[in-house]
T-cell receptor, first 117, second 113 residues
Framework: GAGVSQTPSNKVTEKGKYVELRCDPISGHTALYWYRQSLGQGPEFLIYFQGTGAADDSGLPNDRFFAVRPEGSVSTLKIQRTERGDSAVYLC???????????????FGSGTQLSVL | DAKTTQPTSMDCAEGRAANLPCNHSTISGNEYVYWYRQIHSQGPQYIIHGLKNNETNEMASLIITEDRKSSTLILPHATLRDTAVYYCIVRVAFEANDYKLSFGAGTTVTVRA
């Protein structure tokens, strides 16, 4: 019965380092989303998974960002050669099927605050 | 290109109804209006959605004008825990490729005792 879980809740890294952010969606949810939120702004879409496959990665800002969901459950967002501009809250959400026709609710985790020094 | 326009911020009194406006003058016939809110340090939380009829659930009511160009989210008895950023989003419900929510800056609502 747990909600969407994201770890770590906070991550501090140095410029140029590699980071991984983890998302555990609600059990049984096949759709998983990653968003990024900068201070004072609304969440910005990054990537959407339906099952194991990335159905839409059009929101990833560049090729330093990559996400996987190998078994269709847990997902990892990977950022290479981090830059100070990557500092933000990274939010994960899941929904039952990801079918817009069903007007599904998205359930969000509390996010990972990434700080790149 | 924002699909919705919301006031940047508003205050309301605890125990009173909070009416949050949203303009969506370019809304299409197959687009729904969704409301989410984000309490500090948490992820967004779904509140309610509607197409053209007014909707009510345990959290709020949604009033959509007849021409669908604007809507109002009503929190009937605001509490301090309702202090949050409220996002009004329009979303096509029947397009297979349009599954993602696009958030604007929202309205920062502060409930005061």
């Amino acid at each position: 019965g747990a909600g969407v879980s994201q770890t770590p809740s906070n991550k501090v890294t140095e410029k140029g380092k590699y980071v991984e952010l983890r998302c555990d969606p609600i059990s049984g949810h096949t759709a998983l989303y990653w968003y990024r939120q900068s201070l004072g702004q609304g969440p910005e879409f990054l990537i959407y998974f339906q099952g194991t496959g990335a159905a839409d990665d059009s929101g990833l800002p560049n090729d330093r960002f990559f996400a996987v969901r190998p078994e269709g459950s847990v997902s990892t967002l990977k950022i290479q050669r981090t830059e100070r501009g990557d500092s933000a809250v990274y939010l994960c959400a899941s929904s039952f099927e990801g079918t817009p026709q069903l007007n599904e609710k998205l359930f969000f985790g509390s996010g990972t605050q990434l700080s790149v020094l | 290109d924002a699909k919705t326009t919301q006031p940047t911020s508003m205050d309301c009194a605890e125990g009173r109804a909070a009416n949050l406006p949203c303009n969506h003058s370019t809304i299409s016939g197959n687009e729904y209006v969704y409301w989410y809110r984000q309490i500090h340090s948490q992820g967004p939380q779904y509140i309610i959605h509607g197409l053209k009829n007014n909707e009510t659930n345990e959290m709020a009511s949604l009033i959509i004008t007849e021409d669908r160009k604007s809507s109002t989210l009503i929190l009937p008895h605001a509490t301090l825990r309702d202090t949050a950023v409220y996002y009004c989003i329009v979303r096509v419900a029947f397009e297979a490729n349009d599954y993602k929510l696009s958030f604007g800056a929202g309205t920062t609502v502060t409930v005061r005792a």
